[in-house]
C-alpha cells in the first residue's frame, strides 16, 4: 500500500470528469448555491426553515458570508506542493483533514436515518463529527453507527445540572474525545421563519431523543416518552434554556470528567482570555451560524482577535459560515486549528443520506486541497495569515 496521502483534489475532480465520459453528472451539486437550491426543493417548508433560517432579519448570518469576502486569498506562485497532507490531530485522533461536522439538531427532518447517516459518513472518511445534544437518535446508536470514527459530544447546558452531568458521563462512556459546551444558546434565538410556521419540533417529540434515552430525564416524568411522548417535550420545553448559567456554573464539569473541555460560541477576546484563565482545553469561534443574534458580528471577523487573545495557550476552532473549501482555508489562515461544516452537509444529508453528506465532505476536502495546491501548501500547518490580503501582505 502506498505511503501517499490522499490527494482529495485531484481524485474527487478526475472521478468526476471521468464519469462524465458516460454521461453521469454529480448527483449531489458541486456547488454550494446549486446544493442550497436542490434541497430545498426536496425538503418539506418547516425543515427548510428550521435550517435555512437564522434570528431576526438574518443579518447575523449575512456578516458571516460577507466576513468571508473581507479576507481575499493573496495566491502565493511555485510553492512546490506537488504532494499534500491534509491530515491532522485533534485531541489525540489523528483524521483526515482539520474539519468536522458541526452538531446540528433535528436531523429527522431532513433524512429519515438523521444523526446515523452522518456518522457513518463521518467515519468512512475518517473526519470527526461533534454529536448534537438534539439529536433525532441517542449517543449511543450514534457512536454504534459511527464505529471507531473520532467523535466529541456537544452539551446545551439547561436548569438541570444532574441532567447535564448524565450527558457527560453517557458520552465519555462512548467513546468521546472532547466535550463542547455550547454557550451562545441558553436560550432559542428569535426565528421568524419557524414562529412564522408555528412550528417548533422539540413539541412534537424530534430531536429531543438525548433526552428521552436518559435516565435523570426519564426518572422527571410520570409516564415514560412511550407512554406519553406530549409530556416528555413538555418537560424538555421547561429544562432546556437557562439563561442563568454563568462561569461558576460551568466549572462544574471538571468534577465530571477528565475529557477536555472546549466552549463554543465564543466571539470576544474577553471572552477567550478568560477562558484561557479558567483552563479550558479549546474554544471555538461561532455565532452559531447568525441563528441566535440579529445583528451579530460575523465570526470570521472575530477570529484573528480571538485567535491572537489564546494563541499557545489553547486549542481554537471555528464555524459559522463556511460554504466551500476557500473559506475553510481562509479560516485556518487566520488562525483555527480545525473548521466546522454546519448546513452544507445538512443538505447534503436532505437530498442523498449517508451518500449525500459524504459527497459534499468530500467536496470540501477536494477544494480545500486544490486551494492549498496552488497556494504552495503542503499541510495545514502551512496555512498561514500572509496568504491573505491583509494590510502590508501583499
Known amino acids: 500500500m502506498s505511503d501517499t496521502p490522499r490527494q482529495f483534489g485531484p481524485e474527487t475532480q478526475g472521478g468526476v470528469y471521468l464519469r462524465g465520459l458516460s454521461g453521469a453528472a454529480p448527483e449531489i451539486p458541486t456547488n454550494f448555491i446549486g446544493l442550497e437550491a436542490a434541497a430545498q426543493k426536496k425538503m418539506t417548508p418547516e425543515a427548510w426553515a428550521y435550517t435555512a433560517g437564522s434570528a431576526g432579519l438574518e443579518t447575523g448570518a449575512e456578516a458571516n458570508r460577507a466576513a468571508f469576502a473581507r479576507f481575499p486569498i493573496a495566491q502565493r506562485m511555485l510553492g512546490g506542493a506537488g504532494v499534500r497532507n491534509l491530515g491532522c490531530e485533534i485531541f489525540g485522533a489523528r483524521v483526515a483533514a482539520p474539519i468536522f461536522s458541526c452538531p446540528i439538531g433535528v436531523l429527522e427532518m431532513m433524512h429519515p436515518e438523521a444523526d446515523l447517516a452522518v456518522a457513518r459518513a463521518m467515519s468512512a472518511l475518517n473526519l470527526p463529527m461533534i454529536i448534537s445534544s438534539q439529536?433525532?437518535?441517542?449517543?449511543?446508536?450514534?457512536?454504534?453507527?459511527?464505529?471507531?470514527?473520532?467523535?466529541?459530544?456537544?452539551?446545551?447546558?439547561?436548569?438541570?445540572?444532574?441532567?447535564?452531568?448524565?450527558?457527560?458521563?453517557?458520552?465519555?462512556?462512548?467513546?468521546?474525545?472532547?466535550?463542547?459546551?455550547?454557550?451562545?444558546?441558553l436560550i432559542l434565538g428569535w426565528r421568524p421563519r419557524d414562529l412564522d410556521l408555528g412550528f417548533s419540533p422539540f413539541l412534537r417529540g424530534q430531536g429531543i431523543a438525548?433526552?428521552?434515552?436518559?435516565?435523570?430525564?426519564?426518572?422527571l416524568l410520570a409516564q415514560t416518552p412511550e407512554e406519553n411522548p406530549l409530556a416528555a417535550a413538555v418537560q424538555f420545553t421547561q429544562m432546556f434554556s437557562d439563561?442563568?448559567?454563568?462561569?461558576?456554573?460551568?466549572?462544574?464539569?471538571?468534577?465530571?470528567?477528565?475529557?477536555?473541555?472546549?466552549?463554543?460560541?465564543?466571539?470576544?477576546?474577553?471572552d477567550a482570555r478568560k477562558a484561557v484563565s479558567e483552563g479550558y482545553d479549546g474554544v471555538m469561534v461561532s455565532n452559531h451560524g447568525g441563528r441566535q443574534v440579529d445583528g451579530a458580528i460575523g465570526a470570521l471577523d472575530a477570529l484573528a482577535g480571538v485567535s491572537a487573545a489564546v494563541k499557545g495557550k489553547t486549542k481554537l476552532f471555528f464555524d459559522s459560515?463556511?460554504?466551500?473549501?476557500?473559506?475553510i482555508f481562509k479560516a485556518l489562515a487566520l488562525g483555527a486549528e480545525a473548521t466546522g461544516i454546519g448546513r452544507p452537509y445538512v443538505y447534503g444529508l436532505a437530498l442523498g443520506g449517508e451518500q449525500g453528506v459524504k459527497?459534499?465532505?468530500?467536496?470540501?476536502?477536494?477544494?480545500?486541497?486544490?486551494?492549498?495546491?496552488?497556494?504552495?501548501?503542503?499541510?495545514?500547518?502551512?496555512?498561514?495569515?500572509?496568504?491573505?490580503?491583509?494590510?502590508?501582505?501583499?
Open 210 to 219: 438525548q433526552y428521552t434515552s436518559d435516565p435523570v430525564f426519564r426518572g
Open 321 to 327: 459560515g463556511v460554504r466551500c473549501g476557500s473559506d
Open 243 to 270: 439563561p442563568s448559567v454563568d462561569w461558576k456554573r460551568i466549572a462544574k464539569i471538571r468534577s465530571w470528567t477528565k475529557l477536555p473541555v472546549v466552549l463554543k460560541g465564543i466571539i470576544r477576546a474577553d
Open 359 to 394: 459527497a459534499v465532505m468530500e467536496y470540501l476536502l477536494a477544494e480545500l486541497d486544490i486551494t492549498m495546491a496552488l497556494n504552495g501548501c503542503q499541510t495545514p500547518e502551512d496555512i498561514s495569515q500572509d496568504l491573505l490580503s491583509l494590510s502590508g501582505n501583499t
Open 135 to 185: 439529536a433525532s437518535n441517542s449517543m449511543e446508536k450514534i457512536a454504534e453507527a459511527n464505529g471507531d470514527g473520532p467523535r466529541f459530544y456537544q452539551l446545551y447546558w439547561g436548569k438541570s445540572d444532574a441532567l447535564a452531568e448524565s450527558f457527560v458521563k453517557r458520552a465519555e462512556a462512548i467513546g468521546c474525545r472532547a466535550i463542547f459546551i455550547t454557550l451562545d444558546t
